[in-house]
């Protein structure tokens, strides 16, 4: 296996996907797993991808154009073949698209896309999507991004059927999967006929190390030139070895503490201010993921706009003085109890244990702590059975993922049971902002809306980490959680 | 001929006993891993799934339908040895292959475990008794209590950091199997061995001490010495047979544990076993897998114990009944 050939005379690039070890299926459409991802952003490309500023930027489209409000119109590369040495063309892209559309496909991202109302190819090389209603995030959802966007080999789909190709993908990407053991590795080999070009390295093995502190071990012992992701607690360790490179940026995630905005005693706005206020989030920043990111004021991290200045609110400062008039505008009395869902073994616990033992000190609560594992929690949030858990999202582009998602009455991952018309026409207007400027302005205000609401209590958004042996170079991290992607440019020595 | 037949009467008996268990055994992890809280559709989906697409894929895999219909499809299945399909941590491949590729690595590294903890047993604990209450003695016995106490997990850190990372002898991550290279699967084994034989090399020490020095002192032994037996000859053929009976017993026990021992060793090391297998598809709420899984380790613990029961009969034919 990958341990044995270390040595061996081919070079091979050992990049290990660590914290996960479940892949599904690498079909974009019905992938949403993370480390799922990871590979399918080097096997398929789509329309156009972020470049290492975040800038949109081509792909397999060499050009867009914004035709009227509703309609992009897309120029295709030309002379470019799948991994099966059929050619690429629109008629592929419109198939890709319509496909995590239709229902039977059952795309967990087809929500994102549902505002399309129609996909025409003009020729050949060219091809118009057109919405509904002006939909900025349509630009972003076309990227090479957790998005389902990739574009698939039309035919290959078609003669293998979803679930070998889910297994057996036909992209346009630098690699295509060579082997595949489930739960341990997934093995990938270079595409010469690439139009981004041939990989620098054409044989890849991505061991899968379910626990982070393996894989830390693991690079530590040159076992492997790469990892996905870095325990938050040996970031300082690591980072004074000589033989290993630490690279990290802002990510873009969010931490945050879910309430149930319909059940005692988050039930009240007073209540949940007052909470708010009753904690440090520098604190949780510190304990939780030791200095290795920031506490934000709001849903959308930081680094999406790194030039925007957020929006300021008291009701996230810490202040015990505050928090506690505001609890006494609360239907609430100190002692009051209430439970904290957590889950899994490290710092996704500690922060509801800090959390509750900062709250109950200021307001004199009983909150308490009860720790499962993430899949439990999360049934039981879905179901409305809960008043808060620990909850955080990560590797999304645009901030209608994050925010519309999650505060958006109808959003997918809005757990609070929060509705509210303001906020829904604010988020309406987000998505149908074309202009960037004023859309940041619409962003800003649905923020401040959401802060004198407080249905979440919003904490802290943390860097992104990737771990490279020091003689591993051309690796570009991008503060979604990029991977497979930049195997095609790594080089090793 | 009347042992013959008692050995057999016994035998089928057990084997009875072995199925009524394991059917007991199935329905319960059945029935427990449905209560309790979690979804199989939000570990194969993602937390961003829309509602048509669980639906979906309950319908798809029967999980809509009444837990008690479920249980019985199941079993009718499981009773052909179609154990299915795993739903969400290795979607669509068939269960049996996964165990077939995951359960020799387990079993190798328990066997290299054992053989380990054996070995170092039969030299530790008769050296102890040999220079019983000398400064060998005190170390073996403090050894014991200290391979005892050692939680898995820790051990295995202490022995990467020392033997991978520090002294750079053995990887520190990663396994190969024994049909891609033997030596190379004893190589990388040797670590993981290692950290899942200490707690049994303690034990099987420690009672193989307590059983020697009782025996030691027991009559036949001084008789034995009446008779002007050599040393050497008595401790081999008084004192040792009769002091393997309680040490196989405890060797049979600590076996059924190497299955489990093995979970958290296989984690940190990346062996492929089937140990890390189950712990995944209980996160992930991939029923059928943890199922499988289970199923294999009710019955493997129970073979054993039944081997156990047989190799002490054979030991000390005298309990025969």
């Not at chain 1, 958006?408 to 906020?423: E, L, P, Q, T, V």
């Amino acid at each position: 296996m990958w341990h044995s050939e270390v040595n061996a005379q081919t070079p091979i690039l050992r990049a290990a996907i660590t914290g996960f070890n479940v892949i599904n299926t690498l079909d974009p459409a019905k992938a949403s797993l993370i480390p799922e991802f990871y590979i399918i952003y080097g096997v398929f490309n789509s329309l156009l991808k972020f470049n290492e500023k975040m800038e949109i930027s081509p792909d397999l489209a060499e050009n867009f154009s914004i035709v009227d409000p509703k309609t992009l119109e897309f120029k295709l590369r030309k002379g470019i073949k799948f991994h099966d040495g059929s050619d690429f063309s629109a008629d592929d892209v419109k198939f890709s698209i319509e496909r995590v559309l239709e229902e039977k496909t059952a795309s967990p991202n087809r929500g994102k896309l549902q505002s399309i109302s129609n996909i025409t190819i003009v020729n050949t090389d060219t091809i118009r999507i057109e919405t509904k209603a002006p939909f900025a995030p349509l630009l972003n959802y076309m990227t090479n991004t957790r998005t389902a966007t990739q574009i698939v080999s039309r035919n290959a789909l078609k003669s293998m059927g979803e679930e070998a190709f889910g297994k057996n993908p036909v992209g346009t990407g630098r690699y295509r999967v060579k082997d595949w053991k489930s739960g341990e590795m997934i093995e990938l080999t270079g595409f010469a006929g690439a139009f981004e070009g041939a990989p620098k390295i054409m044989n890849v093995r991505c061991p899968m190390i379910a626990e982070e502190s393996s894989g830390m071990t693991a690079i530590l012992g040159n076992q492997v030139d790469l990892t996905s992701t870095a325990p938050f607690a040996d970031i300082t360790t690591l980072e004074q070895k000589p033989d290993i490179r630490v690279i990290k940026q802002a990510g873009l995630n969010t931490r945050y503490i879910a309430l149930n905005n319909k059940k005692a005693p988050f039930d009240d706005v007073h209540f949940r201010r007052a909470v708010s206020m009753a904690f440090d989030r520098n604190v949780l920043v510190k304990a939780v993921i030791f200095g290795e990111g920031v506490a934000t004021p709001g849903i959308l991290p930081p680094s999406m706009w790194p030039d925007n200045k957020p929006a300021v609110s008291d009701w996230v400062n810490f202040n015990p003085e505050r928090a506690k008039a505001e609890f006494a505008k609360s239907k609430y009395k100190p002692g009051q109890e209430g439970t904290v869902l957590t889950w899994g073994s490290n710092w996704w616990r500690r922060i509801g244990e800090i959390f509750v033992g900062q709250v109950n000190q200021v307001l004199g609560t009983k909150l308490t702590v009860q720790a499962s594992d993430f899949n439990a929690a999360y049934a039981r949030a879905k179901a409305g059975d809960y008043e808060a858990m620990v909850m955080g999202w990560l590797g999304f582009v645009d901030p209608d993922e994050f925010m519309g998602e999650m505060v958006g009455s109808k959003g997918f991952r809005n757990i609070h049971f929060y509705a509210s018309d303001k906020m829904d026409i604010l988020l309406e207007k987000g998505r149908m902002e074309l202009d960037p400027v004023k859309r940041k302005l619409v962003y800003r205000d649905a923020e401040l809306l959401m802060l004198e609401d407080m249905p979440l209590l919003p904490c802290f958004t943390s860097n992104v980490h990737n771990l490279l042996r020091a003689n591993v170079n051309g690796f570009v991290q991008l503060p979604y959680s990029n991977f497979a992607d930049q195997f095609g440019s790594v080089q090793i020595g | 001929m009347v042992f013959a037949v008692g050995m057999t009467r016994q035998l089928l008996g057990r084997l009875g006993g072995v199925f009524i268990l394991a059917l007991l055994g199935s329905a319960s992890v059945f029935f427990a891993m449905r209560m309790g809280a979690g979804d199989p559709a939000i570990a194969a989906l993602g937390d961003f799934a829309t509602p048509e697409a669980i639906a979906a894929f309950r319908t798809k895999w029967g999980i809509d339908q009444p837990v008690v219909l479920q249980y019985w499809k199941w079993l009718l299945n499981a009773l052909q040895g179609d154990f299915g399909t795993s739903m969400t941590i290795a979607a669509n491949v068939p269960i049996a292959k996964l165990i077939a590729s995951r359960l020799p690595n387990t079993m190798f590294i328990g066997l290299l475990a054992l053989t380990i903890a054996v070995l170092i047993s039969l030299f530790a604990g008769t050296l102890s008794v040999l220079r019983h209450g000398q400064l060998v003695d005190t170390v073996a016995t403090s050894l014991a209590i200290l391979g005892i106490s050692m939680p898995d997990f820790w051990l295995s850190y202490v022995l990467i950091y020392i033997f991978a990372l520090g002294l750079g002898i053995f990887p520190s991550y990663g396994f190969v199997t024994p049909p891609e290279s033997f030596s190379a699967a004893l190589y990388c084994g040797f670590l993981p061995a290692l950290a899942v034989a200490a707690p049994m090399a303690a034990a099987f020490t420690r009672i193989l001490r307590t059983a020697l020095l009782e025996t030691l002192h027991r009559e036949h032994v001084r008789v034995a010495r009446s008779f002007g037996f050599r040393a050497s000859f008595i401790f081999i053929h008084y004192v040792m047979r009769n002091a393997l009976i309680p040490y196989v017993t405890v060797v049979g026990l600590q076996i059924r544990y190497i299955l489990g021992g093995t979970v958290v060793v296989e984690r940190i090391f990346g062996v492929p076993g089937i140990g890390a297998l189950m712990v995944d598809a209980a996160f992930a709420r991939d029923y059928p897998v943890v199922q499988a899984c289970a199923l294999t380790f009710l019955i493997g613990v129970l073979s054993v114990n039944l081997i156990v029961d047989f190799v002490c009969a054979a030991l000390n034919p005298r309990e025969i009944t």
